[in-house]
């Protein structure tokens, strides 16, 4: 069988590619070698920006098949109306605050985020491996993710930062709280569930809207590292979860996830006891019992991980008829932030690179964008580039109108004002916790917290953790060497 013949990026064949062009054997090169200047050019720019968030990630392509016939009576989307229905679909999980080369293994959120390609556009479902976040207003997200990343003199991670915005934002107590439970340190991407967090609308053939969270629960089953065998694999293997999901699929595993929504009524979300828009907070299960819709199933690994795990763009603001936003402030900034982050990485062109393109689009994607970097789809060649006009060219169809809603009061920067505190959640949590977990849940808090050199920093993160439980504060307090009557008096003030 004849091998290929190599050659350069403007197709011409290439006689040599071990040896530069050179002015005698000794040299100097020459510029007019094309093929060193192509080859080092390109080599050059390999690399684009790296995720400022979900920088080190793995993904897999598979399949989303609906298992209910009640969900057309909640959501018109067409990929959800019939049972056996499969959609494609490729899922990227990721680690949030680390660069691109951190371990698999470190304490941090999961990131999943789904990309359904369906008859109607993709829908993203851009998701967690937590209910909740650590905050509700997106005003506060770049200096969160600042406090994560490293210090700006130092340029190494520090406690003090992580601890002192996490002390000065209470409503980050609960998924704290999840972060440094066993949760923290899943065993593998297959070995966790996942989460719209946010609160999304559905609205069905009828128009009547419902409020709705979506979990994906893995069929693996949940399996957690402890604080020490995280490390160990962190060293041993720090992309231990990237190979587990590729040798998986490539051994003829199918790793899959019973997809389930919390359904609420439009009306409820004005009485419930929660505030439903907050990204911090959970919908009970007794209140709002799982209803399974559907699988997802991932039984494909990418051909290439560049072309469709680095450069895979998910957004929340990819939506489909049925499928709208609330009113979540943390979601409404996603909606702007995701794409634009995409913009500057990919280009504004990002969705015709082959991973993200709406492929299943009956009769294909018909806009009036042109030109910009990397326009690679005929830039709807002689097609008018207005509307209105009077060539043929695509027109809006009014039958896709997005669902009314009602606003209401004075606009202004206010925050959430439901009087449900921030601290009945993580409290329920612990103590729900089996003595063991909680021991390790105390011992992991008080290895971070043990990096903080400030006093008054270690006192206020511990008196959030106290108002959720007394219990809570006095073992960490203990920990920590913290005189308890110092915690208890912060805790009796604003700790802002």
Wanted: positive net charge; hydrophobic residues 35%; glycine residues 8%.
């Amino acid at each position: 069988m004849s091998t290929p013949i190599l050659t350069t990026s403007n197709g011409a064949p290439v006689d040599n590619n071990l040896n530069s062009m050179t002015a005698g054997p000794n040299g100097p090169v020459l510029l007019q070698d094309f093929t060193l200047i192509d080859k080092l050019a390109h080599f050059d720019r390999e690399r684009i920006p790296e995720r400022v968030v979900h920088a080190k990630g793995a993904g897999a392509h598979g399949y989303f098949e609906v298992t209910s016939s009640d969900i057309p009576k909640w959501c018109k989307a067409k990929f959800l109306n019939k049972v056996g229905k499969r959609t494609p679909i490729f899922t990227r999980f990721s680690t949030v605050g680390g660069e691109k080369g951190s371990s698999d293994t470190e304490r941090d959120p999961r990131g999943f985020a789904v990309k359904f390609y369906t008859e109607e556009g993709n829908f993203d479902m851009v998701g967690n491996n937590t209910p909740v976040f650590f905050i509700r207003d997106p005003s506060k997200f770049p200096d969160f993710i600042h406090t994560q990343k490293r210090n700006p003199q130092t340029n190494c991670k520090d406690p003090n930062m992580f601890w002192d915005f996490l002390g000065h934002t209470p409503e980050s107590t609960h998924q704290v709280s999840i972060l440094f439970s066993d949760r923290g340190t899943p065993k593998s991407y297959r070995h966790m569930h996942g989460f719209s967090s946010h609160t999304l609308k559905f609205v069905n053939a009828q128009g009547t809207p419902y409020w709705v969270k979506l979990h994906f629960i893995s069929e693996t089953g949940i399996q957690n590292y402890t604080a020490e065998e995280a490390a160990k694999m962190s060293m041993n293997d720090p992309d231990s979860a990237t190979r587990d999901l590729f040798e998986t699929i490539a051994k003829g595993g199918e790793p899959a996830w019973k997809v389930s929504i919390q359904l609420m009524e439009f009306d409820d979300a004005l009485k419930y006891r929660f505030n439903p828009f907050d990204v911090t907070k959970i919908w009970s299960h007794k209140d709002y019992p799982l209803i399974q819709i559907g699988r997802m199933v991932l039984n494909r690994n990418p051909e290439n991980y560049f072309a469709e795990v680095e450069q895979a763009a998910f957004s929340p603001s990819h939506m489909v008829p049925g499928i709208e936003p609330s009113p979540d402030k943390m979601l409404q900034g996603r909606l702007f932030s995701y794409p634009d982050t995409h913009r500057h990485r990919l280009g504004v062109n990002y969705q015709q690179i082959p991973v993200n393109c709406p492929f299943a689009v009956k009769g294909g994607v018909n806009t009036y964008h042109r030109d910009g970097f990397m326009a690679v789809n005929g830039n709807g060649g002689k097609g008018p580039n207005y509307q209105p006009n009077s060539f043929g060219g695509p027109e809006p169809k009014p039958e896709f109108t997005q669902s009314k809603f009602e606003v209401k009061q004075f606009a202004a920067r206010q925050p959430y004002i439901h009087p449900n505190d921030d601290f009945v959640q993580p409290g329920d949590l612990y103590r729900l916790m089996p003595e063991d977990a909680k021991s390790r849940f105390v011992s992991n808090l008080v290895g971070h917290m043990s990096g903080v050199t400030i006093k008054e920093i270690k006192v206020r993160a511990v008196s959030n953790f106290y108002k959720a439980d007394k219990d809570l504060g006095a073992r960490l307090c203990k920990g920590l060497g913290i005189d308890i009557n110092d915690v208890i008096k912060f805790a009796a003030r604003s700790n802002l």
